[in-house]
Structure formats: C-alpha cells, structure tokens
C-alpha cells in the first residue's frame, strides 16, 4: 500500500459523458500528480499540483481538468469522453523538497463504450 | 524535451536466467533515475533510484541498475529471474530543476518468466 487512494477503481461510462476520478496523496505530501497508461501511449504526464497550484502540465487535453483542494486532495476532471479515453488513470503523491520520487495510487480504470 | 527510451517491449526468460533491460534517456541536465515496477492489475512501485554517487545502485528484490553517463544510460540488471518477477518495467527520469517534479517515463518492458 504506498498510501495514496484513488476513487472509483473501476468506472464504465458512454460516449459523450463526463467523469471525476479522485485522488487523496500521501499525508505529508503536497505534490500530486496525473498519469494516463494506455496500451498504444504507455504512461503519459498529465498534470500536476503543488499545495492547490498548478505546477507542470503535460499532454492534457482540452477536455480535461483537474484542481487540487486545500485538504490536498485532487480531483480529474473528463468531459466529452471519446472511446480513446478509455484507460488507467493513475494519481502519485511525493513529498516536499527534491527527488522525484513518486508514490502511486492503484489507478482508476476508465471504460467508455 | 526530455524522452525515455526503453530497448525492448517484450522479454520473455527462463527463470534463474539474467535479466539485462535498457533504457537510454535525453537530456543534457543533470537527472535523477529511476526504475518501477508493475505486477499485473497492481499500482507502480519503485524498484530503485539514482540520484547522485555511486552510479551503480542496488534496489529491492535483487535489482541493480548502472547510471553511465556518457552514454545517457540506465541498464536495469538481475542475475537469476523468478517467475515472480513477470510484471512490466518503466524506467523514467526526472530532470533536477525542472518544473515541477514530474517523471517522465518510457515505453515500458514487459517481462514475462517461464517457470
């Protein structure tokens, strides 16, 4: 258990519907982060926070959108789901200071059919 | 832009047969390394990582990893596989000062060891 917990663990949804995945880091860590692994993109950076702000972006698309509250937890947001969005969505965590090392959650698995 | 590559896709082994995987980066910074492991249906977690000093790190399970730097390499080795060992293995970098913190991660490795 790396202490990172990720809601729901399994979603299955419809063209066209929005989705919110939610992320709850590590005590003590204030960075979270998004990742997407899909079979054809391997595991893609979405985005990350830091302390409610938004540090870094990566391949995120414009139908998405994620926050980070003042508990620390993060919220992804996927609107306007396409049947390539369907994947693992996985949250990390890593504590203050340098290193990089990330704890990951145990991924949402998103269907859209 | 930073890029992990990741040499092979899939390996398959016998078991107690040496595992050498490998992983080249781009970057001209300095970096920190590291390898993760995936077992099937789990979450990732990290098999070790290089931040600074000896370049050859050891990590959990048996797993070694050797930095050599003029080759922006990241070789993850072990010298007798379980079947136990059968997951997927990323190697991703984080560049020291960059934005953020994030890894960038390549391709994956999918390991697979015959009994």
């Known amino acids: 258990d790396s202490g990172v917990t990720q809601t729901p663990k399994h979603l299955i949804t419809a063209t066209g519907q929005r989705v919110t995945l939610r992320c709850s880091p590590r005590?003590?860590?204030?960075?979270v982060y998004w990742y997407q692994q899909s079979l054809d993109q391997g595991l893609q950076f979405l985005i990350q926070?830091?302390?409610?702000?938004?540090?870094a972006k990566g391949n995120i698309l414009e139908r998405f959108s994620a926050q980070q509250f003042p508990d620390l937890h993060s919220e992804l947001n996927l609107s306007s789901l396409e049947l390539g969005d369907s994947a693992l969505y996985f949250c990390?965590?890593?504590?203050?200071?340098?290193?990089?090392?990330?704890?990951f959650g145990e991924g949402s698995r998103l269907t859209v059919l | 832009a930073q890029s992990v590559s990741q040499h092979n896709h899939h390996v398959i082994l016998s078991e107690a047969a040496s595992l050498e995987l490998g992983c080249n980066y781009s970057?001209?910074?300095?970096?920190?390394l590291f390898w993760y492991v995936q077992y099937p249906g789990q979450h990732l977690q990290l098999l070790l990582k290089?931040?600074?000093?000896?370049?050859l790190v050891k990590g959990i399970k048996g797993f070694e990893a050797e930095f050599i730097k003029s080759k922006f390499s990241f070789n993850l080795r072990k010298p007798s596989v379980q079947w136990s060992d059968t997951a997927e293995y990323f190697c991703?970098?984080?560049?020291?000062?960059?934005?953020?913190?994030?890894?960038?991660f390549g391709q994956g490795t999918e390991l697979s060891v015959k009994p």
């Open positions: 990390a965590s890593s504590p203050p200071g340098i290193g990089g090392e990330l704890f």
């Open positions: 005590s003590g860590d204030l960075s």
């Open positions: 926070y830091y302390n409610g702000e938004e540090r």
């Open positions: 970057y001209g910074g300095t970096v920190n």
């Open positions: 290089y931040f600074s000093g000896d370049p």
């Open positions: 991703a970098v984080n560049a020291r000062g960059n934005q953020g913190g994030k890894l960038i």
